[in-house]
């Protein structure tokens, strides 16, 4: 019997290229990788341009013809990281030699397959740190790339707003603290009785899926500190673009306690 069109099963995947590379998924079992869903978060990401918005709130002091790797394949290569479940920035020491983190960053991988070296944990980890005393890393030696939080705040809350092709005539902003538990002697943490433990109590403003706001705390502050000034400055930026809508604000006790409620 003639087997049916439909039943047969593709040896292999081809993918559009990828700086003049065609991308190809098989099953001959060489080189392997454990994260080749990464192809189509990147995809994705390319679309909505998430990672390189992200990367024009940074300011990069480092010389020009000395970059082996842009702040945008830096981000891109954390965040990525992170959704593949790679929460710890010493995980990339193994994917930085991995060739679907290669392809997602955007580097060009030639026909012969020689190997991409991605950044390590150290120049990553010089973006999320800066143990020195500066008032700019243009004037530090090691930390050269400088972020602009308010950029990125304002980032969140813009891309919420385009996740809506019209304005909602309603929408629910749900803000409430959570715990981030540590396990090492980190600055500004405090046993925390409600939560039992040592921890860090970041504040959140969700609506629905979506993040608009996330605020690193001690744990020994008021769970509403810092919220009404968060909430103003989301509602401030949604008003710019929806003027019309209705905005429900949802949280729990600790926001409306005397002398501390926010509606």
């Known amino acids: 019997m003639t087997p049916n069109k439909n039943d047969c099963i593709?040896?292999?995947?081809?993918?559009?290229?990828?700086?003049?590379?065609?991308?190809?998924?098989?099953?001959n079992g060489e080189p392997v990788t454990s994260d080749a869903g990464l192809i189509l978060i990147a995809e994705l990401d390319r679309k909505r341009e998430?990672?390189?918005r992200l990367a024009a709130c940074f300011k990069d002091y480092r010389e020009p013809n000395k970059i082996l790797h842009p702040v945008n394949g830096l981000i891109a290569q954390r965040i990525y990281g992170?959704?593949?479940g790679y929460e710890d920035v010493n995980d990339?020491?193994?994917?930085?030699?991995?060739?679907?983190?290669?392809l997602a960053v955007g580097k060009a991988i030639n026909l012969e397959q020689e190997p991409i070296t991605l950044a390590g944990k150290s120049t990553l980890n010089r973006i999320e740190h800066c143990p020195e005393d500066i008032s700019s890393r243009a004037d530090s030696?090691?930390?050269?790339?400088?972020h602009d939080a308010s950029a990125i705040e304002t980032l969140l809350v813009e891309l919420f707003l385009e996740s809506y092709r019209k304005p909602p005539r309603q929408i629910t902003l749900d803000l409430d603290v959570t715990d981030d538990p540590v396990h090492g002697n980190q600055e500004e943490t405090f046993f925390n009785p409600y939560y039992r433990g040592y921890c860090y109590a970041p504040l959140y403003i969700f609506c629905g899926k979506h993040l608009l706001a996330a605020k690193l705390r001690a744990s020994n502050v008021d769970p509403a500190e810092g919220g009404l000034g968060e909430l103003q400055r989301v509602i401030k930026i949604i008003r710019s673009r929806w003027k019309e809508v209705k905005i429900i604000i949802r949280g729990d006790s600790a926001y409306s306690r005397?002398?501390?409620?926010l509606l």
């Open 92 to 102: 990339h020491e193994t994917l930085r030699h991995d060739g679907i983190f290669a």
């Open 82 to 84: 992170l959704i593949m």
């Open 258 to 261: 005397e002398g501390r409620s």
């Open 141 to 146: 030696r090691y930390h050269r790339i400088e």
């Open 50 to 52: 998430i990672t390189s």
């Open 10 to 27: 593709p040896e292999q995947f081809r993918f559009g290229l990828v700086k003049s590379c065609p991308v190809v998924v098989n099953f």
